[in-house]
């Protein structure tokens, strides 16, 4: 079955203290991986997209990563500010959009 | 702000009542999501629509219905509400059918009581 896992579910950082966001996927036919940044009752807001193996994405403190079985988003040096719940989605087979969405980390970073 | 618009907001209702989600997508897009987030099941799909068309469907189930509309706008049904249908339900829009990035709207909160 096609999915994806978080992980961890929770974290938290002191603020500078650089770390890593998994996310594990079983996809045949991937066709994208996306991450989203979700603040508390708001919609999800579009960070990145990887499409292939090795490719890489950066955005100020963000930076995200793709293998054949798991994309990792890095954050540098976290700042309060970046306290969300961080979203990884997939695209797979034919031609829809459906993304399938992971359950998220929820990330906590303390002055 | 994402450019897409949802209405209500918040909306309380009791069970077996019938409410309407409103949905415009950012201007241009054409392709218009919807899903729903509760706190034990995360984010999940429900249904897409590209320029009026149903494009693809997700976990959507049969007391629930949506459609596009010649203005690109859409809407959501929900009938025969159960306490479990309380969530946030999210509309997304894209350029096109197969574009990699949704832009979400802020949710419409959905209590059932």
């Known amino acids: 079955e096609d999915q994806v896992t978080q992980s961890p579910e929770a974290l938290r950082l002191q603020e500078g203290e650089s770390s890593s966001l998994n996310c594990s996927y079983t996809?045949?036919?991937?066709?994208?991986l996306f991450w989203y940044r979700q603040d508390p009752g708001k919609g999800p807001e579009f960070l990145f997209t990887?499409?292939?193996a090795g490719e890489e994405k950066e955005k100020e403190r963000l930076k995200a990563t793709l293998t054949k079985k798991e994309s990792f988003l890095h954050i540098t040096a976290p700042k309060p500010e970046d306290s969300a719940t961080y979203l990884c989605?997939?695209?797979?087979?034919?031609?829809?959009?459906?993304?399938?969405f992971g359950t998220g980390t929820l990330l906590a970073v303390q002055p | 702000d994402s450019g897409v618009t949802q209405t209500p907001k918040h909306l309380i209702t009791a069970t077996g009542q019938r409410v309407t989600l409103r949905c415009s997508p950012r201007?241009?897009?054409?392709?218009v999501y919807w899903y729903q987030q509760s706190l034990d099941q995360g984010l999940q799909f429900l249904i897409q629509?590209?320029?009026?068309?149903?494009?693809a469907k997700g976990n959507i189930l049969e007391r629930f219905s949506a459609q596009q509309f010649p203005d690109l706008h859409s809407e959501l049904n929900l009938s025969s509400l159960e306490l479990g249908d309380s969530a946030l339900y999210f509309c997304?829009?894209?350029?096109?059918?197969?574009?990699?990035?949704?832009?979400f709207g802020e949710g419409s909160r959905l209590t059932v009581l």
């Open positions: 989605a997939f695209t797979y087979g034919g031609a829809t959009n459906k993304l399938i």
């Open positions: 996809v045949s036919g991937l066709r994208g």
């Open positions: 201007s241009g897009d054409l392709s």
């Open positions: 997304a829009s894209s350029l096109g059918p197969n574009t990699g990035e949704l832009f």
């Open positions: 990887l499409y292939s």
């Open positions: 629509y590209y320029n009026g068309e149903e494009r």
